[in-house]
């Protein structure tokens, strides 16, 4: 079994699939832009990846059940290092100070960030992380932001 697609809820379509699209390099796939039902099918190389469906209002909260974060493996710390320079240019706010570990001594690590409607987010590589400190002693870095 693997993952198909994820599917989030939204409260604006044109700021989150521009947010998404900009952040991951996606493609709209289909999408309806006006009407009462608000969707878009973002993917890459005609694969769907992702669903925004605007029909929130609000914002995320992590105090309630249901998901904690995504997480998005990229190739190596240098895209990590270009996805945080992306994100920093688009003034989007991070959980830690730039990249770090998943945990202590762990090499894999990457930058913690929010999407425009306060999802937890999350871009990291399996190895080159390790130069950095681990913001939560004792635990995963990626449980608690």
Same mark, same amino acid.
């Given at each position: 079994m693997k993952t198909g697609h994820i599917a989030l809820n939204v409260t604006d379509l044109a700021r989150s699939t521009a947010f998404y699209r900009t952040v991951f390099a996606l493609e709209v796939i289909g999408e309806r832009a006006d009407g009462g039902q608000r969707f878009a099918f973002l993917g890459r190389d005609g694969a769907l990846v992702l669903t925004l469906w605007q029909q929130s209002t609000g914002a995320f909260t992590s105090d309630r059940p249901g998901l904690h974060h995504l997480s998005f493996e990229v190739a190596d710390i240098d895209a990590v290092r270009e996805a945080e320079a992306l994100l920093r240019g688009m003034g989007v706010a991070f959980a830690y100070d730039g990249i770090v570990p998943h945990g202590e001594g762990a090499s894999s690590g990457g930058i913690f960030f929010t999407d425009p409607d306060? @999802?937890? @987010?999350?871009?990291?590589a399996p190895s080159g992380a390790d130069t950095a400190d681990a913001p939560t002693p004792g635990a995963p870095t990626c449980g608690f932001f």
């Amino acid at each position: 079994m693997k993952t198909g697609h994820i599917a989030l809820n939204v409260t604006d379509l044109a700021r989150s699939t521009a947010f998404y699209r900009t952040v991951f390099a996606l493609e709209v796939i289909g999408e309806r832009a006006d009407g009462g039902q608000r969707f878009a099918f973002l993917g890459r190389d005609g694969a769907l990846v992702l669903t925004l469906w605007q029909q929130s209002t609000g914002a995320f909260t992590s105090d309630r059940p249901g998901l904690h974060h995504l997480s998005f493996e990229v190739a190596d710390i240098d895209a990590v290092r270009e996805a945080e320079a992306l994100l920093r240019g688009m003034g989007v706010a991070f959980a830690y100070d730039g990249i770090v570990p998943h945990g202590e001594g762990a090499s894999s690590g990457g930058i913690f960030f929010t999407d425009p409607d306060g @999802l937890r @987010l999350e871009i990291y590589a399996p190895s080159g992380a390790d130069t950095a400190d681990a913001p939560t002693p004792g635990a995963p870095t990626c449980g608690f932001f």
